[in-house]
T-cell receptor
Framework: GAGVSQSPSNKVTEKGKDVELRCDPI?????LYWYRQSLGQGLEFLIY????????KSGLPSDRFSAERTGGSVSTLTIQRTQQEDSAVYLC???????????FGEGSRLTVL | AQSVTQLGSHVSVSEGALVLLRCNYS??????LFWYVQYPNQGLQLLLK??????LVKGINGFEAEFKKSETSFHLTKPSAHMSDAAEYFC??????????????FGRGTQLTVWP
């Protein structure tokens, strides 16, 4: 596709359920980021994939959070046993290594009831 | 380690007034610097970037930023604010690790309000 695609755009779930958020980056972009944006907060870094290197997971807030990037393309962010404080917009971005520009998706808005 | 500090989480200006959004960075290696804008209910888009070429960088929508190494600053300006500039603005820093551009570090953002 032309841009970074994220799905679902909106997800409402009950506390304790698991959720999966998907990101389809721009073709050819080797770097992929996940960020979390809560109401009134800035961008909270979660995880960063760069090519075949080990991902930088230093931003994941707890072991309930995990992410994979299969085949160097699509990425899935999984949140297990969701809590209300997980409610936020989860943003994915991929990077053009030539220009350094990060291209963001529209985000997945997660609401945990 | 790298970091970005955006001074002022909220800035309000009148339409037609100067916009100044402040960003200071910390980096032990030559930085690449970016400003992103986020309009309500949208993703972020790139306004402009500094990549070690000209220190005064012009971006979209009449914005520009000047890289000042001595002040470790990359402030964003626009001579005359427009109502459509109301949005949240994020400054970010990165650098090369060998041949690969490394992780991008974002500031906490500055919400710009433009009054008629």
């Amino acid at each position: 596709g032309a841009g970074v695609s994220q799905s679902p755009s909106n997800k409402v779930t009950e506390k304790g359920k698991d959720v999966e958020l998907r990101c389809d980056p721009i073709s050819g972009h080797t770097a992929l980021y996940w960020y979390r944006q809560s109401l009134g907060q800035g961008l909270e870094f979660l995880i960063y994939f760069q090519g075949n290197s080990a991902p930088d997971k230093s931003g994941l807030p707890s072991d309930r959070f995990s992410a994979e990037r299969t085949g160097g393309s699509v990425s899935t962010l999984t949140i297990q046993r969701t809590q209300q404080e997980d409610s936020a917009v989860y943003l994915c971005a991929s990077r053009d290594q030539n220009t350094g520009e990060l291209f963001f998706g529209e985000g997945s808005r997660l609401t945990v009831l | 380690a790298q970091s970005v500090t955006q001074l002022g989480s909220h800035v309000s200006v009148s339409e037609g007034a100067l916009v100044l959004l402040r960003c200071n960075y910390s980096s032990s290696v030559p930085p690449y610097l970016f400003w992103y804008v986020q309009y309500p209910n949208q993703g972020l888009q790139l306004l402009l970037k500094y990549t070690s070429a000209a220190t005064l960088v012009k971006g979209i929508n009449g914005f520009e930023a000047e890289f000042k190494k001595s002040e470790t600053s990359f402030h964003l300006t626009k001579p005359s604010a427009h109502m459509s500039d109301a949005a949240e603005y994020f400054c970010a820093v990165s650098s090369y690790r060998g041949s690969t551009l490394g992780r991008l570090y974002f500031g906490r953002g500055t919400q710009l309000t433009v009054w008629p």
